[in-house]
């Protein structure tokens, strides 16, 4: 079976820069289809999945089939509880904190980029 040899450390910036290059590509471009936001919602949703998988892997936690599907069907419900329940709640809420100001940071990132870019009219070339 084929392999992935990233971390969970790898996988969890794959994941944050993958969402900033989506979120600079809803904001800058008019030729945004519904195919390439299913794309990038997929996209994120298997990194999830891969990260949730390495991270088991590399803590020695056993997950179980149900259990997977659920992060890839409802990824907001299963990852917090996969946290919790390899981690325990307060390293989990830890964990969770630090991934929400992440999660900020790229927003934020996203937005300044986008002041730039605007400022600059730079983006007329992505229309």
């Known amino acids: 079976m084929w392999q992935l040899a990233m971390t969970a450390k790898q996988l969890k910036w794959t994941y944050l820069g993958l969402f900033f ?10 030729k945004n289809t519904a195919d390439s936001q299913l794309f990038g919602a997929f996209a994120l949703t298997f990194i999830t999945f891969l990260w949730v998988r390495a ?4 803590r020695g936690f056993q997950l179980g089939s149900l259990f997977k599907v659920g992060v890839i069907i409802l990824a907001v419900v299963f990852v917090p509880a996969y946290l ?14 630090i991934f929400v100001g992440q999660v900020l940071g790229v927003f934020l990132a996203d937005g300044l980029l986008f002041v730039v870019l605007r400022i600059s009219g730079l983006t007329h070339m992505f229309r």
């Open 84 to 97: 919790i329940k390899s981690r325990g709640l307060r390293t989990a809420s830890k964990s969770m904190a």
């Open 55 to 58: 991270d088991a892997r590399q």
């Open 21 to 30: 290059a989506f979120l600079i590509g809803l904001l800058v471009s008019a």
